[in-house]
Nanobody, 126 residues
Framework: QVQLVESGGGSVQAGGSLRLSCAASGTYYNFNCMAWFRQVPGKEREGVAK?????????VYADSVKGRFTLSQEGADNAVVLQMNSLNPEDTDMYYCALREYTCSGTLSSTDFAYWGQGTQVSVSS
């Protein structure tokens, strides 16, 4: 059974930084696609960034976070870190880690990801 454990998040003032971590266990494949999404109640879940945890692990970012957020692998094959810098109030959301087995092709769409973490809150005050 695939499980995703998230950590990090919290509250910060505009211009500050936060770091989100996610570790997956129970996957069948050694390398998978891991991503972060965010969502506020009543809105569609928005893709933030994704990365393939294999050799070709160039991350893909949403335009809204390019140049501010960095997604990278950390340690184990299926563990990633989202470093969020220059945060602004529009980044306030619940952030979810997600995993898609085996491939990372296509767009950053929530419908491609079968496994989800519980979510962690990020709040940015002005």
């Amino acid at each position: 059974q695939v499980q995703l454990v998230e950590s990090g998040g919290g509250s910060v003032q505009a211009g500050g930084s936060l770091r989100l971590s996610c570790a997956a266990s129970g996957t069948y494949y050694n390398f998978n696609c891991m991503a972060w999404f965010r969502q506020v109640p009543g809105k569609e879940r928005e893709g933030v960034a994704k990365i393939y945890t294999g050799i070709t692990n160039t991350p893909v970012y949403a335009d809204s976070v390019k140049g501010r957020f960095t997604l990278s692998q950390e340690g184990a094959d299926n563990a990633v870190v989202l470093q969020m810098n220059s945060l602004n109030p529009e980044d306030t959301d619940m952030y979810y880690c997600a995993l898609r087995e085996y491939t990372c092709s296509g767009t950053l769409s929530s419908t491609d990801f079968a496994y989800w973490g519980q979510g962690t809150q990020v709040s940015v005050s002005s």
